[in-house]
């Protein structure tokens, strides 16, 4: 695995500490973030609202969405595949793709 | 060289509360400018704009021609037509793609407190880079709030750099790093010319008040530390000697004397000064003979508004006879429910010391009070000689009255630091630093002022409590927060997140929003001079608040020239002018309207402030 990308939703600030209480799901992903990226995997985040473009670039993160509308949210794609719409991905779930 | 084409855009900022005469300053340099031959643009990028008012002609977020003034070009920044444009420009190619449904779902989502803020911030950026104009005048928004904004430029870009340096892997508050690398240069080439003398220069203009003087000496202090040191100040409305010929009058002439030597010994600053003009300054010709006496060089002679007949009506005090009857009313609890008091209004009519001067006004009736600023430029310190912190402080000699400030960077620490302590434990120090980092936002700031605000707003252990609020248009974007973020919380709602805490600030916000919406409860009280500039602003204020379902309460008409005074012509014309405005407000809002008389000394101490709070009320 050389690259994953998250297609988001929006977020007012990427851990969510910005917001009015911190949000312990975003805080995790940081987690998750840190540990695959000090193995060299090089990691990319849009946000449907900041990052628009980003999203219609990708035909099958559209389609999906197309299918699933905001419900879809967040896609992770590994190496341009998707693999996990809904929810954030755990370590564990991306683990074997390393 | 005759050779040298490169034409060099000059910049100027002017600064000041509002209501110090700062637009018009502002429009009578751009004026003078214009008609030296220059190519000239003013921008104003303060919420409560009273631009179109000046120049007797709308004006809206396009440069567009000033009529009548050849060379002279306008623009409004209004941050609400920023931030549709910019939500458009994000959504568009979003548009055939997503269901409708979902399309409405992210334009809700984009009505956060950052989209805003980012909105006005970038465009406000666009206007350093004009190189089609040789002048491009700032007519910005009053300083607290313009501190801010040209503090960020230097912020952002450190943010960015961090995120651009993998700080907190690749995100900020304003999007993932990436996308920012061009305004990145904007942000810092702003900044850069901000600092070079011969390409900008800080305009603040004042009045000889010492209040006045405090918040000038701080706006120039914290300038100087951000690198930036080519400025100059503009004093205004300062009586001119032949109308002071009674002892009232002489006295104020005195002090203001006193002032102004002061402000040139306190100052080591170019300084212009400006005297009061006995009528109003509206259109191209009264800006025309202010710039003449700006710059020294009369455009057109001194024009001499015609004197009043000596015959005038004398101002009657039983004109409002229905007020007394309602102050209590509006001012003190109401079957065992607290009461809460904004004041709202420009900055510079008064606000803080008729917040002053009524919280003692309740508080000796015997209420337990709390007066809150939430006006980052604040000066409660200097009105009760008393050092006011973001802790409710009793005010020394009285029972019944504590002060607090909300100070936006404190907020912000405190509001970190409790972040923090959460974490701590929870994770380990690599990811504790990253949070930390992202922390550094300048939204967290915007958002840590916003929940002292709440806190406050949301604390019944008074009888009575008082927001001396930010200035208008400033106020206004703070209230509606509470609705904006109900929203930004529902997102996380749908990323299934909601916690305990979420539901528990959810139900808080909607406390704070139904009582604002209550009149038994609530009192919004609007504080103008009776002049055209600040009654339109209120009307607007006024309206905006309906919007929101909030009916403003009370009026209270500042300033007001005590009959007793008018000695002479000078007087007497603005005395003409006061009870036409009277009028109007009467006519404009049709709300009780108390009157708070111009007092000989500046409102500062406990004595002349319960003084001010017995006449406006009565006893």
């Known amino acids: ?65 197309q299918q699933r509308q905001l419900e879809a949210l967040p896609i992770t794609v590994v190496d341009s595949k998707i693999i996990k719409a809904g929810s954030y991905p755990s370590l564990a779930e991306l683990l074997p793709y390393l | 060289m005759a050779n040298n084409l490169t034409r060099k855009t000059r910049y100027y900022f ?115 880079c004009k190189p089609d104009f040789d002048i491009v005048i700032f007519d910005t928004a009053p300083t607290g709030h313009t501190l801010r904004l040209v503090q960020l430029p230097g912020e952002w870009s450190t943010v960015i750099e961090n995120a651009v340096r993998g700080g907190h892997n690749g995100q900020t508050c304003v ?73 009232f009058m002489i006295h104020r002439y005195a002090c203001m004397q006193m002032l102004l030597n002061e402000i040139k010994s306190g100052f080591a600053l170019p300084i212009r000064i400006i005297e009061l003009a006995s009528g109003e300054i509206k259109g191209h010709e009264a800006l025309r003979e202010i710039a003449g006496r700006l710059y020294g060089n009369p455009l057109i002679p001194n024009d001499h508004v015609p004197v009043v007949p000596t015959t005038s009506r004398m101002p009657e005090w039983t004109d409002y006879p229905e007020v007394d009857s309602v102050v209590e009313k ?40 709390l007066l809150v600023t939430t006006d980052p430029a604040s000066h409660l310190t200097q009105v009760f000689e008393q050092e006011i912190t973001n ?54 700031e915007e958002m840590a002022t916003f929940e002292e605000f709440i806190a406050f707003a949301a604390c019944y252990d008074y009888q009575v409590v008082i927001f001396d609020t930010a200035p208008t248009g400033h106020t206004l974007r703070l209230l509606r927060l509470p609705m904006d973020w109900s929203k930004q919380l529902e997102i996380k709602i749908y990323t299934n997140t909601e916690s305990e805490a979420d539901r528990a600030t959810k139900s808080r916000f909607g406390e704070v929003i139904s009582m604002m919406q209550d009149p038994a409860q609530t009192t919004f009280g609007f504080v103008m001079y009776p002049e055209s500039t600040p009654i339109e602003e209120a009307t607007r204020a006024v309206n905006e608040l309906r919007g929101i379902g909030i009916e403003a309460g009370l009026v209270v008409a500042n300033l007001i020239l005590p009959p007793d005074i008018l000695t002479n012509d000078f007087l007497k014309q603005r005395w003409v002018m006061q009870e036409k405005y009277l009028g109007e407000m009467r006519q404009r ?31």
């Not at chain 2, 942000?187 to 203009?205: G, K, Q, S, W």
């Not at chain 2, 500046?602 to 406006?616: H, K, M, P, T, Y």
Request: aromatic share 6%; charged share 25%.
């Open chain 1, 1 to 65: 695995m050389r690259e994953i990308i998250l297609y988001e939703p929006t977020l007012c600030c990427s851990s969510g500490v910005c917001g009015p209480n911190p949000d312990q799901a975003l805080i995790a992903l940081q987690d998750t973030i840190a540990s695959v990226k000090e193995r060299g995997v090089v990691v990319e985040r849009f946000q449907i609202t900041t990052h628009p473009r980003k999203f219609t670039e990708n035909a099958d993160v559209m389609k999906l969405m």
């Open chain 2, 14 to 128: 002017f600064f000041g509360k509002g209501g110090v005469g700062k637009t018009t300053m502002a429009c009578a340099s751009a004026v003078y400018y214009a008609s030296c031959g220059k190519k000239t643009l003013i921008v104003t990028t303060d919420p409560a704009s009273n631009l179109a008012d000046t120049f007797e002609q709308d004006i809206g977020p396009e440069i567009i021609p000033i009529q009548g003034v050849p060379n002279l070009s306008a623009v409004e920044l209004d941050p609400d037509q920023a931030t549709i444009a910019y939500k458009e420009r994000l959504l568009a190619p979003l548009r055939g793609v997503l269901a409708k449904e979902s399309l409405k779902i992210i334009e809700e989502q984009l009505d956060s407190p950052c989209t805003a803020e980012m909105a006005s911030f970038e465009r406000f950026v666009d206007f350093l």
């Open chain 2, 175 to 247: 999007g993932p790093a990436t996308a920012l690398g061009d305004s990145k240069l904007k942000f810092d080439r702003a900044l850069e010319a901000m600092r070079r003398p011969e390409e900008t220069n800080f305009i603040f203009v004042l009045r000889p008040e010492v209040t006045c003087i405090y918040e000038t000496r701080r706006a120039v202090d914290e300038l100087q530390k951000l690198g930036i040191n080519s400025q100059e100040l503009i004093v205004n409305g300062v009586y001119p000697a032949e109308a002071c010929n009674n002892p």
């Open chain 2, 330 to 369: 509006l001012l003190t609890p109401q079957n065992g429910q607290r009461r809460t008091i904004f004041f709202a209004g420009k900055g510079g009519v008064g606000k803080t010391s008729v917040a002053a001067a009524t919280s003692l006004w309740v508080a000796q009736r015997g209420f337990r009070t």
């Open chain 2, 391 to 444: 802790e409710p402080t009793l005010i020394s000699g009285e029972r019944n009255l504590w002060v607090a400030r909300i100070d936006p960077p404190q907020a912000a620490r405190k509001y970190k630091e409790r972040v923090m302590e959460e974490m701590r434990g929870k994770y380990d120090l690599r990811r504790l630093q990253a949070i930390e980092e992202e922390l550094n936002s300048p939204c967290t």
């Open chain 2, 589 to 619: 809002f049709r709300i009780p309207i108390v009157r708070s008389q111009l007092m000989a000394d500046d409102l500062i101490g406990l004595e002349r402030l319960i003084r001010a709070g017995l006449s406006i009320y009565g006893t």
